[in-house]
């Protein structure tokens, strides 16, 4: 059992929450102690009104090498309830989530990064799915997204075969939309959350549950979709003030 605790939670700058996998010595694979933390940093993110957007990264140079597979004969997979490995793979969260990928994003570390709706990693990381050289599936993410966010073949041949991606094909991929210099990832996925909070709250979330309600979906069952969801923010005072703001050529004032 670690004799320090397996999560370290900050807020480097307001509205930020950075959430730090830390069991470096274990490239900060996932048990039960550490997914029960991450759900709670997750929690304290979508609850605290004063936090509007989550950074994930890992201690000690690596991001996350997946489920401890030295716990799983004794803890099984890692899960928190409904919202899966780590509290995360499978949840619903409301306010953006930024994986800040250095060295390796493995397995269900991966997954975790997956989850998040922005990716920004070194050029010297890397992502795999080794699941079925181990004897398991890629069940907390892996193979339900994967296909969906790069080159089908690209995604069958990592998820079959255990293929590692560089950092910098997941780039070229679009799969990472920041690649930093060894090192400097975390200043770039702050640099990130600044930005994503510079429009509207509202508007944030309803678009985050706009694109996770409507995916899959034909145009037009994804409009009955969101038009009940997008309607009512049009009619909101900031999109007022949003349009007041670029009329009047300033910035604009959120409320909320």
């Known amino acids: 059992m670690d004799s320090h605790h397996p999560v370290q939670v900050t ?4 509205g930020v929450l950075l959430i730090t996998l830390d069991r470096p010595h ?14 709670a940093a997750l929690t304290r993110l ?3 009104p004063r936090l509007n957007v989550g950074v994930l990264t890992g201690a000690g140079g690596h991001f996350c090498s997946g489920m401890d597979l030295k716990a799983f004969p004794t803890e099984g997979v890692p899960v928190v309830a409904d919202r899966g490995l780590a509290g995360l793979t499978r949840a619903r969260l409301r ?4 994986a800040c990928v250095e060295g390796a ?9 997956l989850a998040c709706d922005l990716i920004v990693a070194s050029d010297t990381a890397f992502f795999a799915l080794p699941e079925v050289a181990r004897g ?3 069940a907390e993410g892996g193979a339900v997204r994967l296909p969906g966010r790069i080159p089908y073949h690209v995604a069958m041949e990592m998820l079959l075969t255990a293929a ?6 997941a780039a070229r991929y679009g799969l990472v939309n920041r690649l930093t210099p060894e090192g400097q990832a975390l200043d770039a996925a702050l640099a990130l959350a600044d930005r994503v909070q510079v429009p509207s709250r509202e508007a944030v979330h309803v678009t985050k549950q706009i694109v996770q309600d409507t995916r899959g979906l034909d145009d037009h069952t994804a409009y009955t979709v969101q038009d009940p969801l997008s309607a009512p923010v049009f009619t909101t005072a900031n999109a007022s003030e949003g349009a007041h703001a670029f009329t ?3 910035a604009p004032a959120w409320r909320g």
């Open 11 to 14: 807020e480097p700058r307001p």
């Open 248 to 250: 009047e050529k300033r």
């Open 105 to 113: 994003a493995v397995a269900g570390g991966f997954e975790l990064a």
């Open 26 to 39: 274990v490239r900060n694979a996932v048990d039960q102690s550490l997914a029960d933390a991450v759900s």
């Open 46 to 48: 979508e609850t605290d």
């Open 95 to 98: 306010k953006p989530l930024i």
């Open 136 to 138: 398991l599936i890629a």
């Open 164 to 169: 590692p991606l560089s950092a910098p094909d």
